[in-house]
């Protein structure tokens, strides 16, 4: 009894003891993580909150003040200290790494002692009148030296002479219009045309293959006057005697024009300047409109019609020449610029990312400026500032991103988007391996009405998402969310409740990360109201008078929309950086492809008789996009299901979503254009600024309306919609489960 | 008292119970794995061992047996009933999935009402004597149709009539010979030239070049001959009635000629046959070498230098045209081929990867043979197919490899490798981010001695590694390693005791994923003795004498020898899709690249006194590649450190092994050639069959010997140069710690 009592109780107890270690086992067992603690999106979500919540007006106010007050032009020594401070104050506010990247480009400057000008000159050849040397300086600025004076850079030195056509806004269709229906050819003249509506380097190319000998450009106060609003400094209108600079290059995305595709580094081969791409070969010249009157007010030949016709209290003729009172007369332009070969400088700055550093998102912005920058650039370099401040902050506290955030000050943005491109070219087998996302900062205000966004569509919903999440900046829309404030003011034309997002164009620094290396691409920043104000971009653009003063007394005085865009700029690299599944809306781009086709399909079926003629079709583009939609409702269906737990199956589905914008990219490139390579968004070979869907069936349709061989047209338009349709297939198929 | 004792009893409990909780819990904690088990490098040597074991000599013979009864062309029936065989045997095998890929490529066939041959022709234009239309039918296939006759693929139509004029090989340097040494002018003749050297597409491209008006190709005993071996059935030898069958084609990796840079699909745009790329101008066709001494025995004209004359017993003339005694003779071809756009058929099956499935590893070869394709290339595709049998083994036995397996059956390859390219085509965006390696699988043996492989430099290691868990196939090497048995046959000929490997040319189909995509890439079979045996290729390769007994009686009648290339090549795709860390050597592509740095610097100082007139340096190329290994050099250390139980961590790393190859493509291409983008390796543009290094700059070298322009040919070498040093200098960026 006593041994069966004892060994009753030794079982009990073992089996009571048992049962105890068993219990921790378990609980230890199931208290143990299966991963090493990931940052989640809740703790994500608070830092979001604390880094918008810490950008603030006064300090971006007084970045932008900092930067604007004195001319820091691509190349020079101003341009350079500005870089150094950036690069001191990146390091203060905390940024792991910042680096100074040089680059040695091909950039223009006036000849300082031989000034270019534009002469109407007697038969004897004597000046009669001369255009300005240089605009007018602004007050407070008198003692600043260094100020550029208006030029065209990139334009060859040459002193032609000739007899002035006026074509318009130097559109292709201008020059169509000017040929065929008013019958003036610009063979071996000089034309002038108005600024606007496209990129000027589009201008110059036209001229150039009108056959002119120069081209004159000058701001109408049509397109750079506000109704209502005085001339600076007492409003944000252009005065007469201010004239817009800016390069005239045709680079379709080649940066320097010497080293095209390669970084231009000291062992790099440089091809000469006649072999350079995009340099225009007839001298150019921009001019204001008090001198643009002198030139046009005597001008004669017809009377063009009404759309041709400026503000100005003049008549608009055609030319050439002048009338018979002063037929004597001809035109001289006076260029002695130079190119030369310049060391620029970008500024990098980085935050490594903590799981993944080999995912990056990039803020870049230009830091070069024609004169002081008030708004182009350092209202967005202002803005950059800032984000990386507030960056810093929160790196201070214990944060760090998921992925490597990367901050860009570039250089000589103004000179063909150098800097960008340089680097751009210069890294390229790492961005396309790893880079998730370009967000551009280049001028943060164009207008007071509401916020303007361009994005890849894949971008779309996140941005809808965070400008709820940040407030108004407008007056009396206290409570009100940037979104409802956008949405009220510019909501989606066509069958959608939603605020406007627009294409993507070019010119500015997104354009190798997005049209060439096919890096998913956004842009954000204050803008005017499109329907009541129809200036092109903001009346003192490019001039002296882009101030520190035109931006703090007239466009944000409270530097609260500027706080806005910086809040928008920086959520979206914040969420790109630091969200475990990649905020990006492959439904999105099924939608905008669906649209774009189509629209170009419309535009293929003006000419009804021909597309059945040569037998074109768009069926397979369709086809295509019916594929992609498909794919893509089905890739966002499994994303329910998807463990984000693990770390593999994570980035596999993040992978899919980062290349997918890498999937519109043929490496052939658009035709003639070896850099411009997105099979979906570039801009049209007419304008620069202009985003195109489909490029390269919109310029082949283009071509069709003045082709010579309607036959070899079609084929052309047959061959790009073949590529196109090939092109979304392919994407489509990087959204299907890899295997 | 009671209750104090109560009390501490009570205590005592409580911490005897709390203790064995906690030492449960601590069990339970450090018992339970932090990640999910992932299959560890042991398990996967162990399945390695069965897999290599599993492959069979006596299953590799009945696979060569099924698939060389009948002949296979592409784009005929016959090779359509092999495709769907492979495809339903690979899947009782136990891939995850087969599929069938068609295109529709332009192919070239003779036609058969109007057969092609060559006359000698009289003065009245009579037939004096013709070529033979067919070979002799070896016994045992007299009753076989569709055997096609000898032809050369994608030569236009044509009776060209002239004198002819003998080139030798048709080389470059033969051209420049002819031309300036000897004074005689191919401009109007139809030049005959033997096989062997070079591509024959390239002999074709020159003699269009020289001005012929058409070409003749001829196998002569030289070189297709082996010392004391009698002609096929009883020996390996080329017959006299033979003729080597093959594409003429020029298209620097184009794929199909009428779709280039494009899959061709059903929709897809095709560019007229004008405008297609690679194809020649001038009639061209293919002899034996008893029709030869009928075509050369009367030739006149001067005698030319020793190493110009084959070993035919004749004269081997130059001409133009005959002796005086038949001086009135001329030539005919006569040429009636159609080249039609038709259907070929890829097999493509699957693994998919148990971890990685979005990482892929390629086992690709072709299918389709100019006739039975006895070595070429069933050797190979017999190969694959037991490998695909032994890994289906392995999958039933539970096993899954970390990465996707692709096994490829290609069609078309002797049409220019069409079915390869144009599948590299359609998965272009998937292959360069996804693909690790592809091995490719051509004929798996020409020659009885040893080893041959070919390769990228970071495959090198594992290539030695793997051969020497492989046995030689070789009687009397019972064991004996396979690396040991190739050691000691062919050592590494300069400062390295190790096997050879050479570089990667061109001519099979591993082109679009090597030098278009730039994925890691390698090949092996098994080979002839390079120092004794002289003859190109082997004696009756691409004629009808390229049967299932040519290997079973002569080149591998245990069939051991094509045991181990399967083991090779089986063993690298294994090791590729299931290793962890990736088996990619980076400190070996630095030694290549420094070989090569110095030897296409050895080329460049041949002209030492042009190199000083035109400031040519090599040092910036020294300068990469120096930079490149000490990056490579790093990157193999930190590996001794990397944590491979960390997911991210592991992928990263692997990203950057994988990526490695692809930073040396150039999105721009080589000079003149846009689907040729491999910076360090692809064949000269003199000769499609041999690799070099630094192609870029080889050919520019190349043409300075020639050209009229120094100047402007050095620019060439010097900005092909920067282009090579900055390609270095990206690469070696990817190497660094990402952030």
Request: hydrophobic share 35%.
């Amino acid at each position: 009894m006593r041994k069966e009592g004892r060994l009753t109780r030794w079982i009990g107890w073992t089996v009571i003891v048992a049962a105890l270690l068993l219990l921790g086992f378990i609980i230890g067992w199931f208290a143990k993580p299966t991963r090493p603690n990931t940052p989640n999106d809740t703790a994500s979500g608070k830092y979001l909150r604390e880094f918008l919540d810490e950008m603030r007006p006064e300090q971006i106010r007084e970045h932008l003040r900092k930067f604007t007050r004195l001319p820091h032009l691509a190349g020079t020594e101003q341009n350079l200290k500005y870089a150094e401070q950036i690069m001191k104050e990146w390091k203060e506010y905390g940024l792991d790494s910042v680096e100074m990247v040089p680059y040695d480009v091909l950039l223009s400057y006036p000849n300082k002692t031989q000034p270019n000008y534009i002469s109407i000159i007697d038969q004897l050849g004597s000046e009669v009148f001369n255009t300005s040397l240089a605009e007018p300086v602004p007050e407070g600025y008198e003692d600043v030296s260094n100020i550029v004076p208006p030029y065209s850079a990139f334009s060859p030195k040459g002193q032609p002479e000739g007899d002035l056509v006026y074509v318009n806004y130097g559109r292709t269709e201008d020059f169509f219009q000017l040929e065929r229906d008013m019958r003036v050819n610009a063979t071996g003249r000089i034309v002038i045309v108005r600024y606007g509506k496209i990129f000027r380097g589009n201008k110059v190319k036209n001229a150039m293959l009108a056959g002119a000998k120069g081209i004159i450009m000058f701001s109408d106060p049509a397109d750079y006057w506000a109704a209502g609003v005085l001339p600076y400094p007492d409003g944000w209108n252009l005065p007469g005697g201010g004239a817009q600079r800016g390069n005239v290059l045709n680079l379709n995305g080649a940066g320097d024009p010497l080293t095209p595709g390669y970084p231009a580094k000291e062992y790099t081969y440089r091809l000469s300047l006649e072999d350079g791409v995009g340099l225009p070969k007839i001298p150019v010249h921009p001019i204001g409109f008090h001198d643009a009157i002198n030139l046009l007010k005597n001008m004669g030949g017809p009377i063009p019609p009404n759309n041709w016709k400026g503000a100005l209290n003049i008549s608009y003729r055609i030319g050439p020449g002048f009338t018979d009172d002063f037929k004597s007369q001809k035109l001289r332009m006076n260029i002695h610029s130079n190119n030369q070969i310049t060391r620029i400088y970008n500024v990098i700055g980085r935050i490594r990312g903590a799981l993944e550093p080999d995912r990056y998102v990039i803020l870049g912005g230009h830091r070069d400026a024609w004169v002081f920058g008030g708004i182009d650039p350092m209202s967005g370099a202002a803005v950059v500032h800032e984000t990386v401040r507030s960056a810093g902050r929160l790196i201070s506290k214990g944060w760090r991103p998921r992925r490597t955030l990367i901050f860009a000050s570039w250089d000589a943005e103004e000179f063909g988007l150098q800097g960008s491109t340089e680097w751009a070219e210069d890294n390229a087998k790492l961005l396309q391996e790893r880079a998730v996302a370009y967000i551009n900062a280049d001028s943060a205000i164009e207008g007071m009405y509401t916020l303007r966004v361009d994005c890849t569509p894949s971008l779309h919903t996140l941005v809808y998402d965070l400008t709820k999440q940040i407030a108004s900046p407008e007056e009396g829309e206290e409570g009100v969310s940037l979104y409802e404030s956008w949405h009220k003011r510019d909501n989606w034309t066509d069958n959608r409740d939603a605020p406007r997002i627009s294409k993507l164009g070019s010119g500015s620094d997104f354009e190798a990360y997005f049209i060439r290396l096919g890096i998913a691409a956004g842009r954000a920043r204050y803008t005017k109201n499109k329907k009541t104000e129809r200036y092109s971009s903001y009346p003192v653009y490019h001039s002296v008078y882009e101030t520190f003063e035109v931006v703090e007394k007239f466009y944000d005085p409270s530097f609260k929309r500027l706080r806005a865009v910086a809040q928008v700029r920086g959520g979206l690299i914040f969420q790109l950086a630091d969200s475990q599944l990649l905020p990006l809306d492959v439904n999105q781009y099924a939608d905008a492809l669906g649209k774009y086709a189509q629209s170009i399909a419309q535009l293929g079926h003006r000419h009804p008789e021909e597309m059945n003629t040569y037998r074109v079709s768009f069926d397979s583009l369709f086809s295509a996009v019916e594929n992609f939609t498909v794919a893509a409702r089905d890739f966002h269906e499994r994303l329910q299901t998807l463990n984000k737990e693990d770390p593999l199956q994570l980035r596999i589905v993040n992978d899919q979503l980062m290349y997918l914008e890498r999937a519109f990219i043929d490496p052939l490139g658009l035709p003639g254009r070896p850099f411009y390579r997105h099979v979906i968004f570039a801009p049209s070979s007419h304008n620069k600024y202009a985003g195109e869907s489909f490029p390269g069936i919109y310029d082949a349709l283009f071509d069709i309306q003045n082709s010579a061989d309607k036959q070899k047209s079609w084929e052309d338009v047959k061959r790009q919609i073949s590529i196109a349709a090939f092109t979304v297939h392919a994407a489509a198929m990087t959204l299907t489960p890899p295997s």
